[in-house]
T-cell receptor
Framework: DTAVSQTPKYLVTQMGNDKSIKCEQNLGHDTMYWYKQDSKKFLKIMFSYNNKELIINETVPNRFSPKSPDKAHLNLHINSLELGDSAVYFC????????????FGEGSRLTVL | QKEVEQDPGPLSVPEGAIVSLNCTYSNSAFQYFMWYRQYSRKGPELLMYTYSSGNKEDGRFTAQVDKSSKYISLFIRDSQPSDSATYLCAISGGKLIFGQGTELSVKP
């Protein structure tokens, strides 16, 4: 039974389109994250939610909008996709105020043409 | 200057070699130090975790932290082809900040 699951695993789309990625965790964690990993494997935090409340919002274009309907789910919607948005987006979860162990999903590979 | 610096490699070694992976960080307030391993097309997974200066050993893996130099290392003894992956250091001072990751290939 997958602990952190994301859908879809792959997205290929045209510039200017809108797309969403969904994430669910069954670990009972209160905190969830979106990370972006670029082609050079650099993993950068985008957003973090604790029990449905936004607690980290890094410098991300406002075309990216996260939404947490409950503490087990965190979605990411991206408007007006650009070429530079091509990356792998990882969802993760952890206990709040933990020592930093994150449990990651397998990633959603977005390609913008 | 990035908060966490890691040589991206790639690093290629023969099976059985000792591997040394390193990161430096800039903020002395960082408290927790981790190494994650990421296999191709998978998410990162926690490999080692420590919060104090010194060494921590787990099987063939040893994590070393030197807070005075702001330097952390991961050593892999008797490296195996199954160790081929990207290794990311991660440092926490409230939020988790990752290094760029070092791509390691262990050749049979």
């Amino acid at each position: 039974d997958t602990a952190v699951s994301q859908t879809p695993k792959y997205l290929v789309t045209q510039m200017g389109n809108d797309k969403s990625i969904k994430c669910e965790q069954n670990l009972g964690h209160d905190t969830m994250y979106w990370y972006k990993q670029d082609s050079k494997k650099f993993l950068k935090i985008m957003f973090s939610y604790n029990n449905k409340e936004l607690i980290i919002n890094e410098t991300v274009p406002n075309r990216f909008s996260p939404k947490s309907p409950d503490k087990a789910h965190l979605n990411l919607h991206i408007n007006s996709l650009e070429l530079g948005d091509s990356a792998v987006y990882f969802c993760a979860s952890s206990q709040p105020l933990g020592a930093g162990e994150l449990f990651f999903g397998e990633g959603s590979r977005l390609t913008v043409l | 200057q990035k908060e966490v610096e890691q040589d991206p490699g790639p690093l290629s070694v023969p099976e059985g070699a000792i591997v040394s992976l390193n990161c430096t960080y800039s903020n002395s307030a960082f408290q927790y130090f981790m190494w994650y391993r990421q296999y191709s097309r998978k998410g990162p997974e926690l490999l080692m975790y420590t919060y104090s200066s010194g060494n921590k050993e787990d099987g063939r893996f040893t994590a070393q932290v030197d807070k005075s130099s702001k330097y952390i290392s991961l050593f892999i003894r008797d490296s195996q082809p199954s160790d081929s992956a990207t290794y990311l250091c991660a440092i926490s001072g409230g939020k988790l900040i990752f290094g760029q990751g070092t791509e390691l290939s262990v050749k049979p």
